[in-house]
């Protein structure tokens, strides 16, 4: 395909090399990226035909790294803290400058157009220009891709430019260390210098809809997978990357709306996103068919390793991370749904993995709870998800995405306690974590368990059920479930020592409680109400 006219600010990235038009790789298939991945040198297919590369020193986000531009837009919208993190506009001009003399210096790059947003009415054009083809790569799978026709007047409404390659001096330009993740909405544009990690390009355009869509648009951004049964009744996934989002939304008695972000809006849910970004540790088919299916050409493959002598991928070989990927298009799920637009919401599930195995493994939560819950955002943060985190760590995370949240949580919060309430939705936590004790002692939940009891919640099939409350976090436990043994239900059941348990279910409803008084002056008596009783 030939290049296109390239508008501003693109066209000042351009000045001496890639003058010759034939070293800007413009909308490559994904057959061409993978070969120019080998020809290069950085990857190689697995026996199933699917990409594997390496992404270097980075194999997760690197939080403490992404800056957003602080100017007239955002001083007074941004809510600054530890995920939002201040840089001087001079400071983003000195790295823009950085950034197009090394894309300068370069024999070729790859330019992709994408969009975001399934729904034609909030649609977010995208110009991807990455210092490598597997990035490229990466963008294909995750993004919408435009038709040819849409081509043919595409202009971006945001760039995003990935030099993995190019290392900052920080103090030049005002970073931490070498690597940084720049947003600046002023210009419309992602920076992503010195490290390859793939997910960093998926989460910057996520956080600027997390900033775009409520505030100015006023819809619901989420952290979330969706899929919908066949009478068309949807239900969303919240959590944080490794409670089971991507898993148990791949449901081959549903249709896969999505597996990570999301909209809802007065009369739809719908995704922003074209493909899936599913984790791979332990992957097996068994457990996972539609995933492990998904390997195959035209998929990414992040950070495995194979078999000696072969190239069979050892998918419980955490040598390289934890956090091992592979990105493939929305249609590599067989019952994918086209567009990714769905109906409004019936059931609603907050997953957590909680490490200290105390919260039962399905609870329906009241009004109150819901929202207090998802303010809370709690879960255990898996290893390998971000640089550094080696064992399984509680943490609280805002609205199950606090990192990629521009604005206060108040704001996101408020928005869903709306909507559930206007839909009567029912909220429902699920614990994928551990379970007969905490994360070194216990057992991981078994996930077919996990999928029998999100099917009977969906299925209406414990409305009829007695519930016991939990005596210290307050939510409704049903005491059966189809297809689960009954001492399963109850946390306290699976623990051999009893007053242990109690020990460990009073020291988290603590944390709780210590993590909510940051919002405690911002919400109803209701929401306070629903905190656990330590």
Known sequence: MSVPTIPFPTQNLFKSSLKNTESIHYQSSPEELVQDTLRIGEGVLNDTGALVIKTGEFTGRSPRDKFTVKDEITTDTVHWNEFNIPMETKNFDIIFEKVSAYLNSLNEIWVRDCYACADPRYRLNIRVINEKPWNNLFAYTMFLRPTEKELESFEPDWHVISVPGLRLDPAACGTRQHNASVVSFKHKM????????????????FTILNY???????????????????????AIFFGLSGTGKTTLSADPNRKLIGDDEHAWTDDNIFNF????????????????????NAIRPGALV??????????????????VTEN????????FISNAQEPSIGNLPKNIFFLTCDAFGVLPPISKLTPGQAMYQFISGYTAKVAGTEAGIT?????FSACFGAP????????????????????????????????????????????????????????GKLNEIEFDTDPIFGM????????????????????VDKNAYDEKAKYLAGLFIKNFTKYADGVTPEILAAAPKA
């Not at 495995?304 to 419980?316: A, D, E, L, R």
């Not at 409704?476 to 623990?495: F, G, M, Y």
């Open 302 to 319: 992040e950070n495995v390793t194979f078999y000696p002598g072969t190239n069979k991928i050892n998918f419980s070989d955490a040598s």
């Open 476 to 495: 409704a436990i049903p005491k059966q479930c189809p297809d689960v043994p009954s001492e399963v239900l109850h946390p306290r059941n699976t623990w």
């Open 324 to 331: 091992t990927r592979v990105s493939y298009p929305l249609h």
């Open 404 to 459: 990629f949240l521009p604005l206060h949580p108040g704001k996101y919060a408020a928005m869903l306690g709306k909507k559930m309430q206007e839909n009567k939705v029912n909220v429902w936590m699920i614990n994928t974590g551990w379970t007969g004790g905490p994360y070194g002692v216990g057992s991981r939940m078994k996930l077919k368990y996990t999928r029998a009891m999100i099917t009977a919640a969906l299925e």
């Open 273 to 292: 996103e074209g493909g899936c970004y599913a984790k791979t540790i332990h992957l097996t088919e068994e457990k996972e068919p539609e995933i492990y």
């Open 190 to 205: 992602i920076l992503i210098a010195g490290s390859g990690y793939t997910g960093e390009t998926k989460k910057g355009i």
């Open 391 to 395: 064992e399984p760590k509680s943490t």
């Open 212 to 234: 775009i869509l409520p505030q100015e648009k006023n819809v619901l951004s989420m952290h979330c997978s969706a899929n919908m049964g066949t009478d068309g009744d949807t």
